[in-house]
C-alpha cells in the first residue's frame, strides 16, 4: 500500500536560513501529494500541493516539486521567519488515480522552530 | 463560513464511558472525513463520508466506533466503552469531491 517517510525532527534554524524537509513516499500509480502545516494552537492547514509528477505547489514562499524519479516531494523555503515555527506533515492520497485529495496518508510529522 | 467546526474541544471521559463528539463541515462540502492523532504522530485516516453514505472505514476503526451522517451535513462520532488506548486528537476534515480537505481544530479525548 502507499506510505510516506519524512525527515524527523525536530528542526531548529535562525531566521532567514534556507529549509529543507525530506519527504519520500512509496505508492503504485500517482498520488497527489501534499504539504499541510500545524501552527500552535491551530488546526492542520494545506500549505501547498500537487496533483501530477513535475508539478510544482508553492505558498507562502514555501515549494516542494513532485518527482516521480526519487519519489519525493520535499519542502523547500528560501528563508525562513520565526512566524513559520510550526509543525509540517507530508501526506499522500490514498487514491492513485485522482479522486479523493481528503483520504490521506500523513507523515509523522516535522516540528521547525525558527530562532530569532 | 467558519470553516469545519467540531465541538466539544475536549472531552475528558473514565474508563468504560460512551462519548460523542460532532463535526460541522463547510456548508457546500459533500465529503467529509475523520482521522485520530496520537502524540508525535502524523494523523491516521479513520472512515469517510460522500453526503449521507459512509464509503470507506479504516481498520483502525473497531467495533466500539461508530459514525454517522444522517443527513449528509454535520457528522458523529461515538465511541462505546472507551479505553485508555483511545486516548487521542480526533480530527474532522470536509472537501468537495476531487479537491483538498480543510480540517477543523479537532476533539482532544482523555480517557482515565
Known amino acids: 500500500g502507499n506510505s510516506v517517510t519524512q525527515m524527523e525532527g525536530p528542526v531548529t534554524l535562525s531566521e532567514e536560513a534556507f529549509l529543507t524537509i525530506n519527504c519520500t513516499y512509496t505508492?503504485?500509480?500517482?498520488?497527489?501529494l501534499f504539504w499541510y502545516v500545524q501552527y500552535p494552537g491551530e488546526g492542520l492547514q494545506l500549505l501547498l500541493k500537487?496533483?501530477?509528477?513535475?508539478d510544482k505547489g508553492s505558498n507562502k514562499g514555501f515549494e516542494a516539486t513532485y518527482r516521480k524519479e526519487t519519489t519525493s516531494f520535499h519542502l523547500e523555503k528560501g528563508s525562513v521567519q520565526v512566524s513559520d515555527s510550526a509543525v509540517y506533515f507530508c501526506?499522500?492520497?490514498?487514491?492513485?488515480?485522482?479522486?479523493?485529495?481528503?483520504?490521506?496518508?500523513f507523515g509523522k510529522g516535522t516540528k521547525l522552530s525558527v530562532k530569532p | 463560513d467558519t470553516g469545519v467546526s467540531q465541538d466539544p474541544r475536549h472531552k475528558i471521559t473514565k474508563r468504560g464511558q460512551n462519548v460523542t463528539f460532532r463535526c460541522d463541515p463547510i456548508?457546500?462540502?459533500?465529503?467529509l472525513y475523520w482521522y485520530r492523532q496520537t502524540l508525535g504522530q502524523g494523523p491516521e485516516f479513520l472512515t469517510y463520508?460522500?453526503?449521507?453514505?459512509?464509503?470507506?472505514k479504516s481498520r483502525l476503526l473497531s467495533d466500539r466506533f461508530s459514525a454517522e451522517r444522517p443527513k449528509g451535513s454535520f457528522s458523529t462520532l461515538e465511541i462505546q466503552r472507551t479505553e485508555q488506548g483511545d486516548s487521542a486528537m480526533y480530527l474532522c476534515?470536509?472537501?468537495?469531491?476531487?479537491?483538498?480537505?480543510?480540517f477543523g481544530q479537532g476533539t482532544r479525548l482523555t480517557v482515565v
Open positions: 500537487a496533483t501530477k509528477a513535475d
Open positions: 505508492a503504485t500509480g500517482y498520488p497527489s
Open positions: 501526506a499522500l492520497s490514498r487514491s492513485n488515480y485522482g479522486g479523493s485529495q481528503g483520504n490521506l496518508i
Open positions: 456548508s457546500e462540502h459533500n465529503r
Open positions: 476534515a470536509s472537501s468537495r469531491v476531487d479537491t483538498e480537505a480543510f
Open positions: 463520508f460522500q453526503n449521507e453514505a459512509q464509503l470507506e
